[in-house]
T-cell receptor, first 112, second 117 residues
Framework: LAKTTQPISMDSYEGQEVNITCSHNNIATNDYITWYQQFPSQGPRFIIQGYKTKVTNEVASLFIPADRKSSTLSLPRVSLSDTAVYYCLVGDPNQAGTALIFGKGTTLSVSS | DAGVIQSPRHEVTEMGQEVTLRCKPISGHNSLFWYRQTMMRGLELLIYFNNNVPIDDSGMPEDRFSAKMPNASFSTLKIQPSEPRDSAVYFC???????????????FGSGTRLTVV
């Protein structure tokens, strides 16, 4: 599975847009980019997954440039409840026998 | 849907004792994963099953750890004997990976916080 690099921590204020960028220079052709969110004392929760260009759901948007060597998770108008650890993962979900390997993630702290 | 159910939520045991953690995956999910989380090492994949068969157990730290999945609705992770360094939060996750539904949308349980004293 491709290795990812993301900032250890980020700070923001309520109402701001937060963009967390993840680097994955060795991403393979069949790899997808997946983001998870983890609140304190809870298990990680799937947020969004994409292959290229832009993916949007009710929680976030994922921007993937043409070379796919990086991706940006965008959280619109964050609130205090968005304080969590965000993990960027890369892998091929079409390949049986693989599992997600989590890195350290980005700790997002939202203040009022 | 009750989600992935883990038990117990908290476990405190003495060094040397046997510990058994339990997991009930979401009905219909055919992949099950055991992860361990600590502040120092983050989230570590211990083992995962597909259709009740262990696929990769390379993350199991040592022979004291064993995992079973006797049927599609139940899995156990056993530590015998337990040691203080096994203290962590243990998560179970399940996924509906099939040939026709391929994604990395895992559903995690609430975890079991294990303390070995």
């Amino acid at each position: 599975l491709a290795k990812t690099t993301q900032p250890i921590s980020m700070d923001s204020y309520e109402g701001q847009e937060v963009n967390i960028t993840c680097s994955h220079n060795n991403i393979a052709t069949n790899d997808y980019i997946t983001w998870y969110q983890q609140f304190p004392s809870q298990g990680p929760r799937f947020i969004i997954q994409g292959y290229k260009t832009k993916v949007t759901n009710e929680v976030a948007s994922l921007f993937i440039p043409a070379d796919r060597k990086s991706s940006t998770l965008s959280l619109p108008r964050v609130s205090l409840s968005d304080t969590a650890v965000y993990y960027c993962l890369v892998g091929d979900p079409n390949q049986a026998g693989t599992a997600l390997i989590f890195g350290k993630g980005t700790t997002l702290s939202v203040s009022s | 849907d009750a989600g992935v159910i883990q038990s117990p939520r908290h476990e405190v045991t003495e060094m040397g004792q046997e510990v058994t953690l339990r997991c009930k995956p979401i009905s219909g999910h055919n992949s099950l994963f055991w992860y361990r989380q600590t502040m120092m090492r983050g989230l570590e994949l211990l083992i995962y099953f597909n259709n009740n068969v262990p696929i990769d157990d390379s993350g199991m730290p040592e022979d004291r750890f064993s995992a079973k999945m006797p049927n599609a609705s139940f899995s156990t992770l056993k530590i015998q004997p337990s040691e203080p360094r096994d203290s962590a939060v243990y998560f179970c996750a399940s996924s509906p990976w099939t040939e026709y539904n391929r994604n990395y949308g895992y559903t995690f349980g609430s975890g079991t916080r294990l303390t070995v004293v």
